[in-house]
């Protein structure tokens, strides 16, 4: 992602320490989203118009052993939020492969290679996605109940292996806070050789939600710069203890090719719980020099079509 660069030095607050950054990334869409039936409800509009803009505050510095420290705030608006609104802050320290974070961390399960591939329109969405609850880094404020939630992140790189751990506390001051006053507990790994990339990730008491775990395991291969094609595996888990049930597992194929600038995507995805429809989608994306045009149509496990046309943007 390119940044833009706000102060390349400022004056060093103590003695030994290196010049420090702080830049500003981001992303934004917006364009048309259309849904079948949209929540459930006929009479909601089923074309509404959609945006997002996000802004990520990023602050690091390297000392003079090599360590490099620093942290994140993002400020994101979308329709429907009423308004922007700055996340809770991450930071971290990285050197030799291995990076920690704490606060609004990121978690193992959010972050494993190879799960949200399946992806498509401008929205980058898909039924292929895992349908559990989980905890990941937090673009807004917390919810309610969650303004003490703390995490920390561990992750270790090398030689092409991703290596990550994660611990969410929803409340440090109140054990029993949260859906149902649990931890969540993830870990994942990653190894990619060549053009074959295997990746899985387990999360125990997913959004703090008592025995709601839940398995990913996802395999790809890379036939060429142009064409791709992987296979997902999600057990979503189980959120009785919350008064809702079984999730079940699903399996998704996904593929990828380009063709004269144009990508082509598509995916099918298959849940095993009675009477779910087997869900596909069929997305395509044009580069605009810097942006991207991109739109998508999907059949959901409940038969319902949705579908989605607008641009999306890095900068």
């Given at each position: 992602m390119k940044k833009i660069l706000l102060s390349t030095t400022m004056l060093a607050l103590f003695a030994g320490a290196a010049s420090a950054e702080v830049t500003l990334s981001g992303t934004?869409?917006?364009?048309?989203?259309?849904?079948?039936?949209r929540g459930g409800a006929t009479e909601l509009n089923e074309v509404q118009l959609n945006y997002r803009l996000r802004i990520n505050v990023d602050a690091k510095f390297e000392a003079d052993n090599g360590v490099t420290y620093g942290g994140r705030i993002r400020f994101q608006d979308r329709n429907g939020d009423g308004g922007a609104a700055f996340s809770p802050a991450m930071l971290y320290v990285e050197a030799s492969g291995v990076r920690v974070e704490v606060g609004n961390a990121n978690t193992a399960f959010d972050s494993v290679a190879l799960m949200y591939n399946p992806e498509i329109g401008f929205q980058e969405r898909s039924f292929g996605d895992p349908l559990g609850s989980y905890y990941s880094f937090n673009s807004g404020p917390y919810g309610f109940g969650e303004n003490n939630r703390v995490g920390i992140y561990a992750a270790y790189s090398v030689s092409g292996v991703n290596l990550k751990a994660s611990f969410i506390q929803p409340d440090q001051s109140d054990t029993d806070s949260g859906p149902a006053?649990?931890?969540?507990?993830?870990?994942?790994?990653?190894?990619?050789?060549?053009?074959?990339?295997?990746?899985a990730a387990y999360v125990k008491n997913g959004l703090g939600i008592e025995d709601n775990d839940q398995t990913f395991?996802?395999?790809?291969?890379?036939?060429?710069?142009?064409?791709?094609?992987?296979?997902?595996?999600?057990?979503?888990?189980?959120?009785?203890s919350v008064g809702g049930g079984e999730i079940g597992s699903s399996?998704?194929?996904?593929?990828?090719?380009?063709?004269?600038?144009?990508?082509?995507?598509?995916?099918?995805?298959?849940?095993?719980?009675?009477?779910?429809?087997?869900?596909?989608?069929?997305?395509a994306t044009y580069d605009l020099g810097g942006a991207t045009l991109a739109g998508a149509i999907e059949s959901g496990f409940d038969?319902?079509?949705r579908g989605d046309l607008g641009v999306r943007m890095s900068f």
């Open positions: 934004g869409r917006f364009g048309l989203d259309y849904a079948e039936n006053g649990q931890d969540e507990m993830s870990i994942a790994a990653d190894y990619q050789a060549d053009q074959f990339a295997v990746a395991v996802g395999v790809a291969y890379k036939f060429s710069d142009i064409a791709s094609v992987g296979l997902n595996y999600n057990d979503n888990g189980d959120t009785s399996y998704t194929l996904y593929g990828n090719y380009t063709i004269n600038g144009i990508g082509l995507a598509a995916y099918v995805s298959d849940l095993d719980v009675d009477g779910a429809d087997t869900a596909y989608g069929l997305g038969g319902n079509m």
